[in-house]
């Protein structure tokens, strides 16, 4: 029996089930007039052509719920990123697009219906609309009904990045509706009551929703035309904020001060390369990613890659490096590996868990194997199983010991706390769950590269 999915529990227009060869959406009969509207006016393939909404094919025949009334088959996403997997830069593309989608929405008589951040996603690095039923009729004067939603939801997470700090994206976390205005008023910076759209869209906006009835404005009173201005008048204000106000990054210059040596540098690019290639894996996820050095490598190499990493400014790094790149394939997510997202919402699994859903055939793990072991405190073998699950085929794993000049900064203030941490043990745990394919030693240098495959 094909049950909803609780990505998609909360839509009356529609629902998401999982059958053998992919995810399907069923569109109910309430919301028949929207979809033949989007589809036949030239919205969807307007929107379709500037990149800005996933494609679907309309399937004829449906047993499942034949009284719904049609079944579409989306492109199929190999992985789904949530908002609190994205840096700064993809925020402010994904508050764009949704801007940019509602304008040429509204020139067709719609207007998005939501403002959720979870109906978009990222692809190649290019955020797209995954919602297929978010569009509603829109007649003049009627209401932007999703403004609320759309400054709690999109808006508020977006100025606390830009205003105090992008980690504060993270709060996505522990709600997943959005950030109450209120609490975030309080805690923009004071200045931000001088600044016109913050003052609007955030300070007053939060008087307003916590006066009598506790009531929102959603813009009532507002044509088509001011409306426009509005939308336009957003998208400038979002534009102007090209990086957050405060950076602190640990590893934006991890090629210029970090590495060992050029020749080590230049080694280890030549025995990955050769290694890629043979390998030809379909989907690379480069784990500690960095500014993205090796994960442009394995662009070349590799159908697609995952670039993740853990320190936002990295992430935006590679992602504005790449995301006008023509033929991109690289996305990058923002994760900590010691403390991946879990599954969020109903029954844990409205939002599954970034493990469950980062899945490739060649796994990367260059230099992170001794930040893991010995500042988190993770056994190898733990590593190990989490690098297994991962891939279906291959990793590439950087084995970094306790002498390596790195790992003794790690330990001056631990001390030699890890006795398990040999390459011993490193080997042989992951024999538990690979085969050793190759290894390679660095000249002057105490590192080790191995190349396992999966049992």
């Known amino acids: 029996m094909s049950l909803q999915q609780a990505i998609s529990y909360k839509d009356p227009a529609g629902f998401v089930v999982k059958l053998e060869d992919g995810y399907y959406r069923f569109i109910s009969p309430s919301y028949a007039a929207e979809f033949d509207y989007l589809m036949k006016s030239g919205l969807y393939q307007t929107l379709i ?48 697009a949704y801007v940019r989608i509602n304008k040429i929405s509204l020139k ?8 959720s951040p979870y109906n978009f996603t990222f692809y190649n690095d290019q955020c797209i609309l995954i919602d297929t039923l978010s569009f509603a009729f829109y007649k003049d004067g009627d209401p932007w009904v999703a403004y609320r939603q759309f400054c709690e939801e999109s808006l ?10 992008p980690i504060w994206a993270k709060l996505y976390r522990a709600s997943i509706n959005g950030i109450p205005l209120q609490f975030v008023s309080k805690h923009l910076p004071f200045k931000t009551r001088f600044n016109a759209f913050c003052l609007m869209h955030i300070h007053l906006h939060s008087r307003f929703q916590n006066g009598k009835g506790g009531k929102s ?21 979002i534009s102007t904020k090209k990086q957050p106000l405060f950076k602190n990054s640990i590893w934006e210059d991890y090629y210029e001060n970090n590495i060992e040596s050029e020749l080590y540098l230049e ?3 030549n025995v990955v390369t050769k290694w890629l290639s043979e390998a030809g894996p379909d989907v690379t996820i480069d784990l500690g990613a960095n500014t993205g050095k090796f994960s442009s490598l394995a662009s070349s190499l590799s159908g697609m ?9 990295c992430v935006d790094d590679i992602h504005t490096g790449n995301s006008q790149v023509k033929g991109n394939n690289i996305t990058t997510i923002v994760a900590d590996l010691a403390d991946p997202s879990p599954g969020l919402g109903w029954d844990n699994k409205e939002k599954s868990p970034l493990l469950q859903r980062l899945k ?49 900064i790690l330990l001056q203030h631990k001390g030699d706390i890890f006795e398990n941490y040999t390459e011993e043990n490193f080997i042989s745990s992951f024999e538990e769950h690979f085969r050793l394919v190759a290894s390679h030693t660095f000249e002057k240098s105490l590192r080790k590269l191995f190349l396992w495959e999966r049992l």
């Open 49 to 96: 052509d500037e990149g800005l909404m996933i494609p679907h094919n309309e399937v004829a025949v449906n047993t499942e719920f034949p009284d719904c009334y049609k079944k579409i088959f989306p492109q199929q996403l190999a992985f789904i990123s949530y908002p609190y997997e994205w840096s700064y830069s993809q925020w402010k593309q994904m508050l764009l």
């Open 108 to 115: 067709y008589g719609m207007i998005l219906k939501d403002a």
């Open 156 to 165: 508020s997470p977006f100025l606390l990045m830009h205003y105090k700090d």
């Open 217 to 237: 404005s959603s813009n009532t009173g507002l044509n088509k035309a001011k409306l426009e201005v509005l939308f336009t008048s957003i998208g400038k204000n």
């Open 267 to 269: 080694d280890k690019i």
């Open 305 to 313: 890659v995952y670039a993740v990493e853990s320190d936002m400014f």
């Open 360 to 408: 490739g055939d060649m796994v990367m793990a260059l230099a992170i194997i001794h930040h893991l072991c010995l500042s988190r405190n993770l056994p190898i073998p733990f590593i190990a199983q989490v690098f297994a699950a991962m891939t279906s085929r291959y990793a590439i794993v950087e084995f970094v010991p306790k002498e390596d000049p790195k790992s003794v």
